[in-house]
């Protein structure tokens, strides 16, 4: 017998900008905007839309610029309008906003195995710990759920929220977040059941 599905979402990672070239961390929402291969990725997620038939009942869009420019772009192959969620925001960096990988990691350490034992603390001062982030987004997406029982809807939103959202349907520990990357122009989907969930694709990025 067939489960009862509550849900199907399709998660598109915004499209790039500056900052995925620089491979540089931040919690701005305003700045940066999508840069040309940002574009050029939200194009290819629209052709993958189109040819794999992804039907939706509504889109749904973070608040922050590369996020709704992204989805405005998508939205106009439905003919929907762009329903935005303030909730779904990317996690906060405090003291590393705006700093690359490379000179965080360069500069603390064993800061990877730190978040993977206490993923409940913040990794620097003013960040938000990563199982605070997953709880936290988990809880919004439920409730998008619970207004959507038995719609297929479009949320596009920031990767390290895609990447909380696999983890918190699949009920992994929260530093599971750090075993896998979400790339910016991807898409993922998950169907949300009464007792469970399915991820049927993550971080797939259309070829052309």
Known sequence: MFRERRCKITYIAHGATIYTEENRLTDNENYPPLNEEGNEEIERI???L???RVKNDRIYSSQGARALESAEI????YKKSVEIDENLTPRLQGEWNNLTVEKILKNNGDIIKTMMK???KPPCEGAEPIAEF???TGKELERLIKDNLGNRIIIVTYPDVIQAAVVSALKLPPQAMLNFSIKTGS???I???????LLKYSG???IN
């Open 191 to 197: 169907s949300y059941y009464k007792n469970s969930n």
């Open 50 to 52: 189109k040819i794999r």
């Open 204 to 206: 797939y990025l259309p």
């Open 118 to 120: 206490s993923p409940e």
């Open 74 to 77: 998508i939205a106009k192959i």
């Open 134 to 136: 997953v709880e936290r």
């Open 46 to 48: 629209c052709n993958f």
């Open 187 to 189: 898409a993922t989907q």
